[in-house]
């Protein structure tokens, strides 16, 4: 991964397309929003390969996030909190809460900040 400086900050280069990042949303993703959507969309695509192997159809998943930042430390990442809105037939809650556990267990992103980083999840089904 390489990237390179422009007037209002950086732009990466993927086989996908072109990232921009800036500290000003007006010129790219901001570094924190990068940061939440990559935990937020991993926790959510390794909770989707769970519940399909524990044989539960996921219609459509949707995940809100929460973000508590410290004004005081560099307005660092605290707390996120992701609630999973899932849509299917015949989704069980105790076997969907143990799911979002192995999600958490499995998600390479959480794993990787989960000692400097809180976070926390909950769900709801829907038909």
Do not use: W
């Amino acid at each position: 991964m390489e990237l390179q400086m422009k007037d209002n900050g950086f732009i990466a280069n993927f086989e996908y397309g072109q990232l921009k990042i800036s500290g000003d949303e007006t010129y790219g993703f901001r570094p924190y929003q990068l940061m939440v959507s990559s935990i937020a969309a991993c926790s959510s695509s390794v909770l989707n390969k769970v519940l399909g192997k524990m044989r539960m159809n996921c219609e459509d998943l949707k995940v809100s996030v929460q973000v508590e930042r410290n004004e005081q430390e560099a307005n660092r990442i605290e707390k996120i909190h992701m609630h999973f809105v899932i849509k299917g037939e015949g989704l069980q809650p105790e076997k969907v809460e143990k799911a979002v556990a192995l999600a958490r267990k499995n998600c390479p992103m959480v794993q990787s900040v989960k000692d400097s980083i809180e976070i926390t999840e909950s769900f709801e089904l829907v038909q």
